[in-house]
């Protein structure tokens, strides 16, 4: 009797002591299974980004805007990369400048994938100059790309993520949203604008568990940075980071997922520079 009284002790005792482990916050298997759309998805960042949501399970929706071949090509190769890490993807060319295409685009992935719980507003361009030869287009193709993109996806998945009470957003804004230098007027008041939605969105979902954050890259080593920059430019950005170096899309692809990990469930309406010290 005694012996059958001390087993049930020691199973209680097991299962409590098993029931008091603390769990890992940052553990990426707890987005295995979920849908991430990542918007620029074909390139640079973006696929950085969908690459590390996918080792960690997590199946991936992307859109590209299709200016040609090689835009195509770009994006069959994320989406061969993200296949061979056995997830599901989805992808098509949307433009985020038509809030039309985004509203299809996001009903499409709930179809496609089932659910959608993560956003990355990661799509974005520069179109650079003086801003008095800036012309309407070269303003209004930045400011539409990359504050109106946002704003259109962050409206589209709203509804969805508040009437499952679970979300996530993360923007990638810039440093050129919080300092800015010659000939980005455009670009540095899309991505101060993106900050400003960042805090807006959080305020207004937070009550329903939706996180929104922004991360703020530095000169980051993408294609487009390394073709499309003056080299003295690139040499003065590996200076003023203070730790004297540009940084690599897996750079931001970290901190995004982090973000939308349990690890960061208590951060809303952040802005977290990753930028080598560039700000400083
Ligand atoms: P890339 O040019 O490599 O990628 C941009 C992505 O956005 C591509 O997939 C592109 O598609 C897509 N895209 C462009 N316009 C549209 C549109 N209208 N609709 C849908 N998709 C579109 O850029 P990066 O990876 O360098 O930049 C990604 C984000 O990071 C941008 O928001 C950028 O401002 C930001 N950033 C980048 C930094 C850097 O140093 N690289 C520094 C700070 C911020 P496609 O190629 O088919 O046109």
Known sequence: MDSEIHGAVEALLEEVAVATQ??????????????????????????AVALEFAEGGTHIAF??????????LDAQET???????????????????ESHDVKDFVAEVQEELGGLQILINNAGIGRDGALWNMED????????????GAFFFTRAVAPIMR????????????????????????YASSKAGMIGLTRSAAIELGPRNINVNAVAPGYI???????????EILDRAREQ???GRLGDPQDVAGVVVFLCSEAARHITGAVIPVDGGYLL
């Open 163 to 186: 009437a499952q009470e679970f979300g996530k957003i993360v923007n990638v804004t810039s440093v050129h949203g919080i300092s800015s230098e010659f000939g980005i007027s455009n």
């Open 63 to 72: 859109c590209f805007l299709d200016t040609g071949a090689q835009s195509r």
């Open 79 to 97: 989406a061969r990369r993200l296949r061979a890490l056995k997830v599901q993807v989805y992808f098509r060319s949307c433009d985020v400048r």
């Open 241 to 243: 980071a203070v730790l």
């Open 221 to 231: 080593r993408t294609t487009r940075l390394t073709d499309g920059v003056a080299p």
């Open 22 to 47: 603390p769990e890992p916050l940052y553990d990426v298997r707890r987005l295995r299974g979920k849908v991430a759309i990542v918007t620029g998805g074909s390139s640079g960042i973006g696929r």
């Open 137 to 148: 287009h070269e303003w209004e193709a930045v400011v539409r790309t990359n504050l109106d």
